[in-house]
């Protein structure tokens, strides 16, 4: 995690005051502050994202579990209805705390710029576009030393007539479960910004639901977390099976029976990353 | 009010023109062959306004001249000109949503004309209107005449039967008087064979008599009911009656009416031929005495009208079995006899007093002449040659004939002086600025009075005109044409403006400057640009210096259907069927802009894509030269989209069929919405035979996905949000390099179509798709 601390008045602090004990209370005081104000950015982030009525008005069963490591967080989804589409991504930004929130505040702000035309896009379309907003604010160029930051997402429209199912994907994977088999479509091996080749179009994948199908959409969080008898990380095969058994419980309880798990899995372990799974039963 | 179309019909070698619309830009050039039917266009419109034609112009079949004219048109205009009657329904709504509306000027036998609203829907309109009108006075008349014939049936019977009863009360009569005499007679003869016959005759008359006797009974009684019949239809329908009447008087009125007008007409028409004033003041008399008796015949006729309306509609109610005095309250609300509705004619008549005044312009009468009796300016003498041009004069100078008449000549002579030195300013500023030239020209006109050399007109007026430059002064044609020309063309235009009363104008000028060298013929054009905001101007020419390049669709050409016969008919092609009229036609567009280039390789006649730059032209060529459209194309690329019209104009010119692709951005509309408007005139399927827009694509490179932009265009990895062509602009790149090295290396790079992705494949496509709808 970056932040920004004031080394200098620190130093001011002991130089002038020459007590441990004071620089301590000066130090906690300090801590308070920038705890306050990163609470309070988290109250923005959370603004930021769908509130919980316009995910009950416009997804029929589902649910959202989001575990920031710190306060704010690198992850987020996003969610725009429009006609008979809806759109809905989950989005893993470069970093967690605050620049990955940074990162975050940008990855919503383009998708709703490149949705104010309100016409349907390709979900691909729409991640192309979103690379080359990234790549023009953060002067990306493919040159050496410059910024390689980014974020990976998995985005996919829904029609809410016909059930098609539109997706693509910058280094995440869609998951579905169709009668009681767990299958994946895969996104391209590149994200959200520079990377080491050239751009190429993002690849759009075309599905029709069935009812009773769902569809899981995470970050990478859960499948990266250390813990267990062993302290390795839960890893990604596993976070399937997982999904794979939960998947005909209530979508309520499966929210619940992942939360308990990652939390029995981390233990006493920290939590390395940002957290966020989607399911939606069609 | 400005014109916009015109429709000719019967009018010297034109049987039917069609419909032909004016160049929006307010100037229209009529060009052709000479007799190819030029004049008679600016002709037939002249006629139009002023309602007069000479026998000369009519066909050999006698098919009489109709002429009519289009109009935009304010609604709220239309509304407030038309407001003392009713319209049809849906005529307003008509105009409202067309904002045009035409007159038909129609000539009869005597070459009499009205004027009525034209145009099919609107006639149509109109037409319903009239018809139920008339078919509801039909079913009153139908209803009134059965009742009259009732009445005169009964009439009749009862008429019968009184004969009937008058020639038994005769027989009795008879009966009674051959019974008397039989008696006496047999008196007399006393014989007993005698007295037989004698009683058997008696006999017999008394019976016939007795039969009479009982007939005439009958026959009375049968009377009665008869008489009593009649008597009570009589005085029942003796508004019916009194209907009839009417009608019968307003019968004679319309009768007089007509004979009246004819008269009137013919002796107006003798009164205006006669060419000095004196003679006409000997016609004068008898012209004001037929105008009052016509005037009487109009008033009888507007009362014998109301009289037979008002009757109609009282005898139709009592019909219906309505008390008089009922129907006579009713029809009182109702009011039938106040003509509530426009007809066709009426309305006509109304909106023409607002449409524009036309002028025609024509050498013989417009250019200032040498000198004029003054006689000949008054009397409006047209063939007299400058005499509108000296009228014109006159009017600047607000002199009246009274005051060439009566006035004082020291006064006159001053005022003339003032004039002179006030055209001279005027007309100084306009050779200056509208015509580039700094020679110091005045005008002077003097009044004088023919010499004993000139015996049979000897003391009458006159009035002789110069000009003057610095060196001399002389007669206005001893000076060049253009000086001549361009001074008369003035004069029309100052007396136009003293006249105008806020309608507009439309300027006939039939071959103007006919004969100026080629400068001073551009110098016309520019005069027209200068006046085109303030008024219209149709002219028509076989000059090419008087046609500007950029502008062809101000362009209407004539010829003969068979060129080579003058006694073929007239046709007219506008702007957009230029390509079927003759290349002798067509000679002053190609001496103006060169060959006819549709001989040429690079040009087809059909198929030719104008294109707004050399960077789209690269791009296309390149993407063409990949895929194989069913269809030839050929590309031709303006230097910058500003050329564009001008491409646009040769192509008209030379009678090439062309389609104008534009860009989405602001100037490739701009020029796309002003070819939608001079070239197509808003007619969607010329829009959509001429022109196609890229819409959402700005220019042509908006046309690749980023992704391809970046790879084959660019060669740089940096983020393009925006489109591409506005990430060019806003960093400075240049197009035409960049389209360049694109088309090399596609061509190094052996590329094919299939290697650009998605999104760049589907773009060019689609227009591709749109390109080949049109093509042939």
Redesign the interface.
Known sequence: MRGYYDFEQMNNIENNTGSVADAMEELERHKKEVTDSIEYAFLIQAALLPPNQQLERYLDEHFVLYLPRDIVSGDFYWLYPMDQWIYIAVADCTGHGVPGALMSILGISFLNEIMSKREFIKPN?IL??M????????H???ARNESQDGMDIGLIALNRSTNELQYAGANNFLHYIRKGEIKQMKGDRMPIG?SGI????FSNHLITMHKGDIVYLFSDGFADQFGGKKGKKYKYRQFQSLLHSNSKRPMREQKELLLNEFLNWKGSYDQVDDILVMGLKI | MKLISFRIHNYRSIIDSGWNDLSPDNITGIIGQNESGKTSILEALNSFYTGTVSEDILRGDMSLPVVSCCFEIDPGLAGKVLDEKELPPGVLKQIKSSRELCLTRIWDEDLGSRIKIGGQKMSALFDKHEKLNSEYQKKLHKKVDACLEKKDKAVQLYAEAEKDRKMLVQDIDRFRLLIAEEQKESKLKKGKDADKASLARLSKMEKDLAQSTGTLTRKKKELQLLKKEAEELTRNYKIAESSRQATIRLDTAIDVLESTYKELRDLQRIFNSIKYEIDRRGVKPELDKLNEKYVKALQEYDLANEDAIIKLNLAYKVAEGMTLTAAEREVESEKPHIDKYYSREEAGTAIFEHIPEFVLFEDFSSLLPNKIDLEDILGANREVEGMRAARNFLKLSGLTPSFFVEGSSRLLKQKIERLNRSITVDFQDFWRQQIGKRNKISISFEMEHYSQSHPEKSGYPYLEFWIKDRHERLYPKQRSRGVRWFLSFYLELKAAALSEHGKGMVLLIDEPGLSLHARAQEDVLKVFDYIKDRMQVIYSTHSPHLIDSKKIYRLLAVQREIEDKDSSETKIFNAKSLTAASADTLSPIYTLIGARLSEQQYIRQKNNVILEDISTYYYLSTILSLIELEKEVYLLPSSHISNVETLVNLLLGWGIDFIVLTGGNAKGLEIHNDLKQNLCRGDRKLEKKYLINMESFLSVEDFFSTLDFKKYVLHQRVGIPESNSIFLKDNRYSRAVLASNFMNEVQDNNMKFEDFDDETKENFMWLFRKLENILY
């Not at chain 1, 690379?131 to 953060?138: D, P």
Request: glycine share 6%.
């Open positions: 379309r192309n576009l690379r080359e907003k990234v790549m023009k604010a953060l990306q160029t493919g520079i050239e751009e190429v179009s």
